[in-house]
């Protein structure tokens, strides 16, 4: 990391972090060019440091063609952002919080896993809810663990 007085390295501030981002940027591998897709996720961690990510979507598409082929994938999520001026010596800068890795993915196919997975999807959006997902939408949804092998955090404040 090149700005070495902007990275996290405390895991409290990272899980803070991951707590407040809202989307996670998933980069996976297609022929000549990477694919990026935004996706809403939810997590868990275990132990102090092992982060597993949980993602959705359709059962058929180009995300479940491509993770079918290659499971390792980067990713990126950010959050914090605020333009910062400084009328006096007129410069600019940006306030920011992110978090690059890497990781392997794996899509789950037992119902309870899928399930426990989907509620902490719903559960980093509102920590209060609890929802009974129809076994037919179940059925009808893609559901995948990312386990993360590394990672590293950047703040920027101001």
Known sequence: MRRKD????????????????????????????????????????????????????????????????NNKIGFEMDCGQQLLIDEKRQSYSYAYQSIIGTGEALILTDEKKKRAALQKIITHYDPKKEVVIPTKA?????????????MTAKVHTP
């Open 6 to 69: 902007r990275e996290v390295t405390e895991v409290a501030t990272i899980k803070q972090i991951v707590a407040q981002c809202l989307v996670l940027r998933l980069a996976m591998t297609q022929a000549d060019y990477p694919y990026i897709v935004p996706v809403n996720f939810g997590y868990e961690w275990s132990g102090e440091n092992d982060l597993t990510l949980f993602i959705h979507g359709a059962k058929t598409g180009l995300k479940l063609a491509l993770l079918a082929k």
């Open 138 to 150: 179940l059925n009808a949804t893609a559901v995948i663990a990312i386990k993360v092998n590394s």
